[in-house]
């Protein structure tokens, strides 16, 4: 599939900031609602400076794998808060671009407008490709929430500094919620609506699970 080149990998704090203020304003946020073909994508760390990217696409309505990409690469940029993607994209990129189809729908282990910039992984992936994408965090990055219900599908609003960014989504009963937020051409209702499909039987979407073992065993 064809990635557009948007700007040069950054090198510097500020390029990399002035990047993220540029593509901001080209984020959507409403977009389709059903997907065929769902990539799950994940990135695996090797010691400090070597990572492997991958991308799985699976078929949304039985979960087979359809294909599967990984690259090898080295860390792009230093640790940053608020521009880690900046260490990842461009091996994602590559992988993306190595996919003999086009997927409907990115499902990225980040973040997308729940991020300090409003401007995470999973939007800077949308933008760059034209796709809907959305993003799946482990653990709470910006905002506040109240604690979901207990039981699947329950939501809690993530709210930084006066918007809604996101949302906690308990994705099995009794267990810790994920931290979900729009990344491009998609609505906060099908980003929750996505990702509890996609998480059937774990807290994590089955993309990023099937993403995540791929780059950690590339073969």
Known sequence: MQVKQLHPWPTTTAEAE?????????VEL??????????????HYHGDDALTA??????????????????????????????FAFRELPALVEAL???PVTPDLLV????????????GLACHLGVLTGLPALGVGKTPFVGTHEPPG???????????????VGRALR???AIKPVYVSQGHRISL????????????RYRLPDPIRRADHLARHPG
């Not at 059903?34 to 799950?40: K, N, P, R, T, Y």
């Not at 309505?61 to 640790?79: C, D, I, N």
């Not at 282990?109 to 729940?114: R, V």
């Open 97 to 99: 671009e190595r996919l």
């Open 189 to 200: 209702d099908t980003v929750t609506d996505q990702v509890l499909r996609l998480a059937p």
């Open 150 to 164: 207990p039981e699947r599908g329950d939501w809690a609003p993530i709210v930084h500094e006066g918007a809604v």
């Open 54 to 83: 991958a991308v799985v696409v699976l078929d949304a309505g039985t979960m087979a794998t359809v294909e599967e990409v990984t690259v090898r690469g080295r860390v792009a940029f230093p640790y940053v808060p608020g521009l």
């Open 30 to 43: 409403t977009g389709p609602v059903d997907f065929s073909l769902v990539a799950g994508l994940d990135v």
């Open 18 to 26: 002035a990047v993220q203020d540029r593509l901001r304003g080209r």
């Open 171 to 173: 994705t099995q009963r």
């Open 108 to 119: 990225c282990d980040g973040y997308g407008l729940a991020h300090p910039r409003g401007f």
